[in-house]
């Protein structure tokens, strides 16, 4: 008979065998990678931190990581407020489950396609000549085109809600769903209004959904390039897209090194928003 550690250890192996083969060897190789040293005639494997000091002696680099960070920021706050609202009005509304479950998967009909198809088609929505714009002539609202609704900062937001929104929703959709329907007539005996049995009641059970949600926005965002690129016409480039210019001229190691000065930003950021809130701690408070 096994021993109790080893049976727990064999049924660790698969997964540790899985991260190791499929994250940590391929991230040993870009931080290998980011400090070799390229010239004009190669790339030759050695210990050198000129890459590191040339990313962080850049200020194009420095402003792309604050562009992506703002982006970020901004696409995660609105996210969340979109997400929380349908969460709660899918949870809480409406009085079927089943018919709330079938709201739900309305709501991921969209990504049944591919990214791109659903990024470009603001195009035709916000372009001068677009729907929007029309329609707000034809109105009278406005005598010429609004020229920021496309190819600026503003549709870059837009694009990554319209895309990531639904990765907010569905951990707030399911730490709601956990709520105890009881715990809102205690508030209404209580005498609490609607907007504070949202803020004392609703916000702080479901923690855990808003964590996993933001994690996995802010990770999305940072890691993407593709919307910056098309939906603000070229205007503006993120840390990425700066990672893919110098992987097309073969700079590896300079793209390397910018990888992993992403990925530390990253996991602070993560780092973070785990240290604030015990998501562990609050999926066994819910159960």
Not at 74 to 97: D, E, K, M, P, S
Request: hydrophobic residues 60%.
């Amino acid at each position: 008979m096994l021993s109790a550690r080893v049976r727990v250890a064999l049924q660790v192996l698969p997964l540790a065998l899985v991260l190791l083969v499929f994250f940590v060897v391929p991230i040993g190789f870009v931080v290998a990678v980011s400090f070799f040293h390229y010239d004009d005639f190669g790339i030759v494997p050695a210990f050198s931190p000129e890459n590191y000091a040339a990313v962080l002696s850049e200020h194009l680099t420095l402003d792309l990581y604050l562009s992506t960070l703002r982006f970020a920021a901004l696409v995660w706050f609105f996210t969340l407020i979109i997400g929380f609202w349908v969460a709660y009005f899918l949870v809480f509304h409406v009085r079927n489950q089943l018919v709330a479950i079938g709201l739900f998967l309305v709501c991921t009909v969209p990504f049944w396609t591919s990214n791109i198809i659903r990024m470009i088609s603001w195009l035709p929505l916000l372009g001068k000549e677009g729907l929007i714009n029309r329609g707000l002539i034809g109105l009278g609202v406005i005598h010429r085109p609004l020229e920021f609704l496309l190819f600026s900062d503003f549709s870059v937001v837009v694009s990554y809600v319209h895309l990531f929104t639904i990765f907010m929703i569905v951990p707030l959709f399911n730490s709601m769903s956990r709520i105890d329907r009881s715990l809102f007539e205690a508030a209404s005996d209580a005498g609490t209004s609607r907007l504070q049995t949202v803020l004392f009641v609703v916000v702080p059970l479901v923690k855990s959904g808003i964590v996993l949600g933001s994690i996995f926005v802010i990770t999305l965002v940072m890691g993407d390039f593709y919307v910056v690129r098309v939906m603000s016409g070229g205007s503006r480039a993120s840390v990425v897209s700066a990672m893919f210019d110098d992987i097309s001229v073969l700079l590896f190691p300079h793209a390397a090194a910018n990888a992993v000065f992403l990925i530390i930003i990253v996991v602070l950021m993560v780092g973070l928003i785990l240290r604030a809130v015990d998501v562990r701690r609050e999926l066994v408070d819910q159960r």
